[in-house]
């Protein structure tokens, strides 16, 4: 895909992995951190957002979950979830009036809004999200200063930390779905890669914009595709087993016994299946096509520049070999 094609490869790195396999591609590396010069705009917004729906409830769907995620799940109230929406509308108004061109808003200019309405609750609201607006871990309030359009990008989101970590994710994910938009209309493919995915479910906001996503993404010219080693915290999310069950295509390798029991109910494994899931070495397993399930064995060569650039196994890196 990376060397034979035109299509998009876009990748989101919790652990900070990609980067060697990335940039020996020729694609770009966003490190995105309270620290970090990198800013992710997010009310970044394509004018097919809403897919032939206003695209501004949609994002304002998504700045109700942002703004949820920011003070609290459950804590807005009827009148706050009214003031955003209003703030939201008002917002963009003049950035859809030119024709989706110019400047585009930002979580600065809502913040703004919010102060200049006559409502108590407006106050709260804005004082609320005021960490992450003008304070710092304003990281995703300004608008995108890194380039997004390389051909491949990888998001490296480790260093985010534990309050922003949640509200990163959704931005992310939500500026992953801009660029697919962009691709679609480009006529253009789109392969996403979530790595740790099982991270995105430990959070109610992230998991269900991710569980719309991904079944979004699939006429939009797009395929999405979830890794994680922590299959056991995964099918702990009711949202992720119902993904997992009605993936078409899933690869599985050496499986811990708790993990194995499970994919076994999920995925109507057999026995003698689940032997090629157990004590296995690196590169076997069990690959799922559909209804058919067989057995796999990679043995990728390991003094391969390839390889050493996909390793994350401490003695390859080291070159211990």
């Not at 309405?117 to 609201?125: I, Y």
Request: proline letters at 3%; charged letters at 20%; aromatic letters at 8%.
């Amino acid at each position: 895909m990376a060397l034979s094609t035109d299509d998009d490869i876009i990748v989101i790195d919790p652990e900070s992995e990609y980067g060697p396999l990335i940039e020996g591609l020729g694609g770009e590396v966003i490190n995105i951190s309270a620290a970090s010069p990198n800013h992710i705009n997010a009310l970044d917004m394509e004018q097919e957002y809403g897919d032939g729906d206003n695209p501004v409830v949609l994002k304002s769907e998504f700045l109700l979950s942002l703004c949820e995620q920011l003070v609290g799940a459950g804590k807005l109230t009827a009148k706050e979830k009214s003031l955003i929406d209003r703030c939201t509308a008002q917002v963009y108004r003049d950035y859809i009036r030119h024709d989706y061109h110019g400047k585009v808003p930002t979580l600065q200019d809502s913040h703004a809004c919010l102060l200049g309405q006559p409502e108590a609750e407006a106050k709260d609201v804005a004082l609320a999200i005021e960490l992450f607006t003008e304070g710092s871990l304003k990281t995703f309030a300004k608008p995108t200063n890194v380039d997004t359009n390389s051909r491949i990008i990888c998001y490296d989101i480790r260093d985010l930390g534990k309050q922003l970590l949640p509200v990163g994710m959704l931005v992310v994910l939500d500026s992953v779905f801009n660029r697919v938009i962009r691709n679609r209309k480009l006529g253009r493919n789109t392969w996403i890669y979530i790595d740790e995915i099982y991270l995105l479910f430990q959070h109610e906001y992230s998991a269900n914009f991710l569980f719309t996503l991904w079944k979004r993404v699939r006429k939009y010219g797009a395929c999405a595709t979830g890794l994680t080693q922590n299959v056991d915290d995964l099918l702990q999310s009711h949202t992720a087993r119902t993904m997992l069950a009605n993936s078409e295509f899933l690869v599985m390798l050496n499986q811990a016994a708790t993990d194995r029991a499970e994919l076994a109910r999920l995925l109507n494994i057999s026995d003698n299946q689940l032997s090629y899931i157990t004590n296995v070495d690196f590169g076997h397993g069990l690959l799922k096509c559909g209804s058919a399930i067989v057995p796999f064995a990679d043995n990728f060569p390991q003094h391969t520049r390839l390889f050493k650039l996909m390793t994350t196994r401490p003695k390859d890196i080291t070159g211990n070999l």
